[in-house]
């Protein structure tokens, strides 16, 4: 009864932390793709300075056309980042992101606007405007980033104390099996009676209860590593540590 009553408490908690798991999951990946966003755009920018600068330069028919050509496969690389900006923008809307994402969303329809710009501009050979919207993107992204940021770093600092907590929890619980499994192994201690019997069989099925959610625990440490690392670093190396001592 008590192994029963054990189990069900755990489910009931794994069930209600289930929801907000996912959605603190979903704002990290969502910052996570809007960092690498940010980035490419960037470095398109970087890129277009150069050959802008290399287009007013060039002294030939011959050098402008390879900087034309240059500027011809940057123009592809804008039209993926408008691709990959209008799937996030869908993801931000769908219906169990909607309400929480509603503003950023928003926000991003702006951003979208003016990586098209800076797409056509391109492909129709005008590199300032390109550049102006391109600018402008990359701060659009840069500042939702930043959001997302500060919104999962709160997120990020809950689950380290859920997870340090159910680790310690754990950690008892494996010291109260130990010393269980010592008296029932113990020479003078011999099962004797169906009573004996029925508490090692207990005993086994709390070890496998035990092995189960030392697993869940260290997987979901694990996950939660991996997307802290980019973003926050210092955390990650926090809840490294904790997967690791667990």
């Keep these: 009864m008590e192994l029963d009553n054990e189990e069900n408490r755990y489910e009931t908690e794994?069930?209600?932390?289930s929801q907000q798991e996912?959605?603190?999951?979903?704002?990290?990946?969502?910052?996570?793709?809007?960092?690498?966003?940010?980035?490419?755009?960037?470095?398109?920018?970087?890129?277009l300075k150069e050959l802008q600068s290399a287009?007013?330069?060039?002294?030939?028919?011959?050098?402008?056309?390879?900087?034309?050509?240059?500027?011809?496969?940057?123009?592809?690389?804008?039209?993926?980042?408008?691709?990959?900006?209008?799937?996030?923008?869908?993801?931000?809307?769908?219906p169990d992101n909607q309400e929480q994402m509603d503003e950023a969303r928003e926000q991003l329809e702006d951003t979208r606007e003016n990586v098209r710009q800076a797409s056509e501009a391109l492909e129709?050979?005008?590199?300032?405007?390109?550049?102006?919207?391109?600018?402008?993107?990359?701060?659009?992204?840069?500042?939702?980033?930043?959001?997302?940021?500060?919104?999962?770093?709160g997120q990020f600092t809950d689950e380290m104390r859920e997870m340090r907590d159910e680790a310690r929890e754990l950690d008892e619980a494996e010291q109260d099996l130990s010393e269980r499994l010592a008296g029932l192994n113990d020479p003078n201690n011999?099962?004797?009676?169906?009573?004996?019997?029925?508490?090692?069989?207990?005993?086994?099925?709390?070890?496998?209860?035990?092995?189960?959610?030392?697993?869940?625990?260290?997987?979901?440490?694990?996950?939660?590593v991996l997307e802290a690392e980019e973003t926050e670093p210092l955390l990650a190396d926090r809840l490294y540590e904790t997967a690791r001592q667990a």
């Design 124 to 153: 129709e050979g005008r590199v300032s405007k390109a550049l102006a919207s391109g600018t402008r993107a990359e701060n659009d992204l840069d500042e939702l980033k930043e959001e997302f940021r500060r919104r999962t770093a």
């Design 55 to 94: 287009l007013e330069e060039a002294e030939s028919e011959a050098e402008r056309e390879e900087v034309r050509k240059q500027l011809k496969r940057l123009q592809e690389e804008q039209q993926q980042v408008l691709r990959d900006t209008e799937e996030l923008q869908e993801r931000m809307e769908r």
């Design 22 to 47: 996912q959605q603190a999951r979903e704002n990290r990946q969502v910052l996570n793709r809007l960092g690498e966003l940010a980035r490419r755009q960037g470095d398109l920018n970087e890129r």
């Design 190 to 224: 011999r099962p004797t009676s169906l009573r004996d019997t029925g508490e090692r069989e207990e005993l086994v099925a709390e070890l496998e209860q035990q092995t189960e959610r030392t697993k869940q625990l260290l997987e979901r440490m694990q996950e939660t």
């Design 14 to 17: 794994q069930a209600a932390r």
